[in-house]
């Protein structure tokens, strides 16, 4: 047998930078992330002989994580993923792969004190920075949970049917899912780009796209929201989705001698279709290691 591919890291260090006076009207800032580290290289002596001279201990790159927020303070989660990234790259000789993941979780500034705050639960920014010394670096940025709904507007008809069908066609229906959205940049854009402007642009692209947009599946509207954003950012040149259906079934009131006008719905949580996809630019360079 022989060692496969293989890595290693610390997982989800959480850490709460706050900018004393650096947000809007002399108030605080506030990046609240989840950073995850994975690294790989020269490491089979640690697995074959149990040698760790090559394994810098995951304790250490959270300490780094704590000491970088320090140094850089609030800034974008994408330079900060870049800068831990080319940090264990650099300095660890045996380490030829950094990936850095972080969630960010927003927060409201409330009332006018400048340092009183109220978590969002709107979605989660994510980003993951992989830094390889043969394939350069890539970015990935993107929206996680974000749930969003349309009361009509929707159809879903057409579609084969065979002896288990039960669904019945619909010509006006709730749509609604959870938007998981990954969005990669074209590696020549990634020195110059408005990280924070970027994020902005590619969410309100995507909350826009699905309020304006007609479907007869959520395939179709998939597709529309990937072009849209390609469209919006220029920057990107591809966009992976998963969107699960979270479907809403209208109940039956007439045992109660009550008709329902698409009005009371049932939230089914599971099962759920899950809907998941990919939307390139046609000149989109190939991804190499961006995914992995």
């Known amino acids: 047998m022989q060692l496969g591919s293989n890595r290693y890291g610390k997982a989800e260090v959480r850490v709460v930078r706050v900018a004393r006076g650096a947000g809007p009207d002399g108030g605080d800032l506030i990046k609240d992330w989840n950073v995850s580290t994975l690294l790989s290289g020269d490491l089979a002596d640690s697995h074959l002989t149990g040698d760790n001279a090559k394994v810098l201990p995951t304790d250490s790159q959270k300490n780094k994580v704590y000491a970088l927020a320090k140094e850089l303070g609030c800034v974008q989660p994408e330079p900060f993923a870049r800068e831990l990234a080319s940090f264990f790259t650099s300095s660890q000789e045996p380490i030829t792969r950094a990936r850095i993941s972080i969630d960010e979780c927003a927060w409201i500034p409330i009332g006018a004190t400048g340092y009183s ?155 759920y279709g899950l809907i998941e996809g990919t939307v390139l630019a046609d000149d989109a360079p190939d991804p190499g290691l961006a995914w992995t």
């Open 117 to 271: 705050f109220a978590r969002s639960g709107e979605l989660l920014r994510t980003t993951t920075v992989i830094q390889d010394e043969a394939r350069g670096t890539s970015v990935i940025s993107g929206i996680k949970d974000l749930v969003v709904m349309n009361t009509t507007a929707s159809e879903f008809w057409g579609y084969p049917k065979d002896p288990y069908t039960t669904l019945p066609e619909t010509k006006n229906r709730i749509l609604a899912t959870e938007v998981n959205a990954s969005w990669r940049f074209r590696p020549e854009a990634i020195a110059g780009t408005d990280w924070g402007a970027a994020f902005v642009v590619a969410r309100q692209t995507v909350l826009d796209t699905f309020a304006g947009t007609y479907t007869y599946s959520l395939q179709q509207m998939l597709y529309a929201i990937g072009g849209a954003v390609l469209s919006a950012v220029p920057e990107v040149c591809e966009v992976r989705l998963a969107l699960p259906n979270k479907h809403h079934f209208a109940v039956d009131l007439s045992p109660f001698g009550l008709e329902n006008d698409r009005e009371v719905y049932v939230a089914a949580d599971r099962p």
